[in-house]
């Protein structure tokens, strides 16, 4: 495609929240990264390569990377997420600013976490998403834990028979991403590349990342939890897939696959609606919560009897403040 990118007009908010149209992420290694306009270059041996900015959802840099403030700056505005990734791993560091300017669906996730019943009610939405033909009702959520468990391990196994590929159990050393085998390497490459591709989603929308439903007591238990939601539908059939192919370079070819796997599914779109479901009361339209349907920031003041007053007001002359 030819295009001077440096020419793109600068994106809208209305435009940027629309993490559905993005790559879901783009790999970079031994380059360094800088800025053109509104969008991002990749110089090597071979030449520069401009990526549109507003166009990533998650950028994996890779081993001998560099990247300037600038992009850094560029990167942040369109909230696309940024990650240092080892030669075969990959981990999430870091992320962007969210693209929605409203606060509204992170309140909705503070108010269903910090409820003990809600929060059980979000743990087995998550269950039935994943396993819809079964019925989480009324199961403890050591019942919730036990049953994916099983779940899980009845996945590895149908996999293994479906493909050939023998399975042992999962293993998983962190730090060293070849003490496992092929299909171990394949299931950790798809699982770390989930994590970061739904923390560039959870980010976008406002959420927190720490506030989980399934897991708990970690930075990113939000994140844990939505990329969980896809683990037995692509990530592990995808990981024996690979392990089936070659032995060779699971980890790359993992995320080469993963990432046409995500395009072919719409997966970003089905992430972010799958987040607001999970997160809004019953009803709730999600138009209600996307209030980015504006240029303006909109910042409200939190009065009694849940009423929210215009900013940029001073109250101090209201009878009884």
């Known amino acids: 495609m030819t295009q001077t990118v440096g020419s793109r007009a600068l994106s809208s908010p209305r435009e940027l929240t629309r993490v559905a149209d993005r790559s879901s992420f783009i790999y970079l290694e031994r380059c360094i990264v800088h800025r053109d306009a509104n969008a991002i270059t990749a110089e090597d041996a071979e030449g520069t390569t401009h990526i549109p900015a507003a166009t990533i959802g998650t950028l994996l840099l890779g081993p001998g990377t560099r990247i ?25 560091y870091a992320g962007g600013r969210a693209l929605t300017r409203s606060s509204a669906l992170a309140e909705a996730q503070a108010v269903a976490w910090a409820n003990q019943r809600t929060r059980l009610d979000v743990a087995r939405a998550m269950y039935r998403l994943r396993f819809p033909d079964e019925d989480p009702s009324g199961l403890t959520r050591r019942g919730l834990l036990g049953r994916e468990g099983d779940r899980v391990k009845d996945c590895y196994r149908k996999n293994s028979e479906r493909t050939g590929v023998r399975w042992r159990k999962r293993q998983y050393v962190p730090g060293d991403f070849t003490a496992g085998d092929t299909v171990n390497q394949a299931i950790t490459a798809a699982a770390q590349c989930m ?45 024996f897939d690979i392990a089936a192919e070659s032995d060779e370079d699971p980890g790359p070819r993992t995320r080469r696959a993963l990432r046409d796997r995500i395009h072919q599914l719409g997966l970003l779109d089905r992430c972010v ?29 939190q009065s009694d009897h849940d009423q929210l007053l215009p900013s940029g007001t001073n109250y101090g002359d209201e009878a009884g403040w």
């Open 273 to 301: 609606t799958d987040i607001k479901s999970l997160l809004l009361p019953s009803g709730t339209q999600a138009s209600e919560i996307t209030v980015a349907d504006s240029d303006i920031d909109r910042v409200s003041l």
């Open 68 to 92: 300037t403030h600038q992009a850094m700056s560029v990167l942040g505005e369109c909230g696309a997420a940024v990650a240092w990734v080892g030669e075969n791993a990959v981990r999430y």
């Open 195 to 239: 994590y970061g591709i739904t923390h560039a989603v959870v980010a976008a929308l406002g959420c927190s990342p720490a506030l989980g439903f399934v897991h708990s007591g970690h930075e990113l238990s939000f994140v844990l939890d939505v990329a969980d939601l896809y683990k037995t539908e692509i990530g592990i059939p995808l990981a």
